[in-house]
Nanobody, 116 residues
């Protein structure tokens, strides 16, 4: 079955950096787009970044453009989210996501807290 296991969250000071990882299994990772979403307290879940399977084309939410990078290692079935210049408003639970066939899969989420 499809499994997505996110890791790498934690507490970081404003201006700091953090890298999230999402290990995937149960499907042909290299053939699927992978996404990161986040949900801040009291807010709706929002798309942060997506990396497509073909050419590793990427897209980012306006709020993170220039600060976040998404990448993938198809040999390790892992997608990464490199987060730089973190702001308090980046505090959220970050979720890994992929669509396989008609179904949408989510990892359990990893908490990122940006605070001094």
């Amino acid at each position: 079955q499809v499994q997505l296991v996110a890791s790498g969250g934690g507490l970081v000071q404003p201006g700091g950096s953090l890298t999230l990882s999402c290990a995937a299994s149960g499907f042909t990772f290299s053939s699927h787009a992978m996404s990161w979403y986040r949900q801040a307290p009291g807010k709706e879940r929002e798309l942060v970044a997506v990396i497509f399977s073909i050419g590793s084309f990427t897209k980012f939410a306006d709020s993170v453009k220039g600060r976040f990078t998404i990448s993938r290692d198809n040999a390790k079935n892992t997608v990464y989210l490199q987060m730089n210049s973190l702001k308090p408003e980046d505090t959220a639970v970050y979720y890994c996501n992929c669509g396989v066939g008609p179904l949408n899969y989510w990892g359990k989420g990893t908490l990122v807290t940006v605070s001094s």
